[in-house]
T-cell receptor, first 114, second 110 residues
Framework: KAGVTQTPRYLIKTRGQQVTLSCSPI?????VSWYQQTPGQGLQFLFE???????NKGNFPGRFSGRQFSNSRSEMNVSTLELGDSALYLC?????????????FGQGTRLTVV | QKEVEQNSGPLSVPEGAIASLNCTYS??????FFWYRQYSGKSPELIMS????GDKEDGRFTAQLNKASQYVSLLIRDSQPSDSATYLC??????????FGAGTRLFVKA
């Protein structure tokens, strides 16, 4: 069974540009969550999608947005990139969005903003 | 107060010893608790999940949950150098948002 797939694995962008990251969850999983990981802040929750609906959102500016498609694949977009957006972006998928489910992470996309 | 707190470490234990990792959380209605292991440069890997008070054992790992004290722990028996990693405690809050602690770095000395 394939795991969570994130593309691309690495990205280098310039300040002011925008970027789109993709996440394909484990087959059958309908919940996708996104996290930003930096050495100083650890894993910070961005947002969670279930059945194409954003169910939860973390404390990030509106430059960070996401969406989920009918096949449960998800994308996140960061507009007007800043140097501080350099981080490892991780997505995690779960079977459903109830409490008693485990989340599995993809390999992440490492974004560098120069 | 942070929603999920862990001692950042590093925690250093000799090979073969028991490593004890602790975590506290603030949302009293949280019902799901997870431990992840993350090696440097890799993504987090799920080790254990626990939903009820008490102990849950899986091989060398034991997770302990005390909801009254809002406390979760992970014990690693017979620690191996390959267990050296950062261990992340995660809590699924009443709002179904999973919040991670900052992680505890564990070093197992051969």
């Amino acid at each position: 069974k394939a795991g969570v797939t994130q593309t691309p694995r690495y990205l280098i962008k310039t300040r002011g540009q925008q970027v789109t990251l993709s996440c394909s969850p484990i087959s059958g999983h309908r919940s996708v969550s996104w996290y930003q990981q930096t050495p100083g802040q650890g894993l910070q929750f961005l947002f969670e999608y279930f059945s194409e609906t954003q169910r939860n959102k973390g404390n990030f500016p509106g430059r960070f947005s996401g969406r989920q498609f009918s096949n449960s694949r998800s994308e996140m977009n960061v507009s007007t990139l800043e140097l501080g957006d350099s981080a490892l972006y991780l997505c995690a998928s779960s079977l459903v969005d109830r409490s008693y489910t485990e989340a599995f992470f993809g390999q992440g996309t490492r974004l560098t903003v120069v | 107060q942070k929603e999920v707190e862990q001692n950042s470490g590093p925690l250093s234990v000799p090979e073969g010893a028991i490593a004890s990792l602790n975590c506290t959380y603030s949302d009293r209605v949280s019902q799901s608790f997870f431990w992840y292991r993350q090696y440097s440069g890799k993504s987090p890997e799920l080790i254990m999940s626990i939903y009820s008070n008490g102990d849950k054992e899986d091989g060398r790992f034991t997770a302990q949950l005390n909801k009254a004290s809002q406390y979760v722990s992970l014990l690693i028996r017979d620690s191996q150098p390959s267990d050296s990693a950062t261990y992340l405690c995660a809590v699924k809050t009443g709002g179904f948002k999973t919040i991670f602690g900052a992680g505890t770095r564990l070093f197992v000395k051969a």
